[in-house]
């Protein structure tokens, strides 16, 4: 078994920051890919960033300049650090871990920005 669990979400005002946190644990030693997925309300879900085992990090174009990733996938932890949060961020941010063709995903964590 593996689980991801995200910590960090919260309710912060338009302009403010966040830090998202996801550690996985379970019968893995480490993963090739961790991320972060964002899914609002009545949308898909959607990529927010991403960090390989190479430390390669890719944004969304839309929080571009604003999110930064981090972490170890060796060491199976990620961070998101949100700054210049919007409305349009409100969301539930979804862990995501990936390991040759297996998936795993966290249940998810808030994020609510008010205008």
């Known amino acids: 078994q593996v689980q991801l669990a995200e910590s960090g979400g919260g309710l912060v005002q338009a302009g403010g920051s966040l830090r998202l946190s996801c550690t996985a644990s379970?019968?893995?030693?480490?993963?090739?890919?961790m991320g972060w997925y964002r899914q609002a309300a009545g949308q898909q879900r959607e990529q927010v960033a991403r960090i390989t085992s190479g430390n390669t990090a890719t944004y969304a174009d839309s929080v571009t300049g604003r999110f930064t990733i981090s972490g170890d996938t060796a060491k199976k932890t990620v961070y998101l650090q949100m700054n210049s949060l919007k409305p349009e961020d409100t969301a539930v941010y979804f862990c995501n871990g990936i390991l040759g063709r297996r998936e795993y995903w966290g249940q998810g964590t808030q994020v609510t920005v008010s205008s």
């Open positions: 379970g019968t893995i030693l480490s993963l090739n890919t």
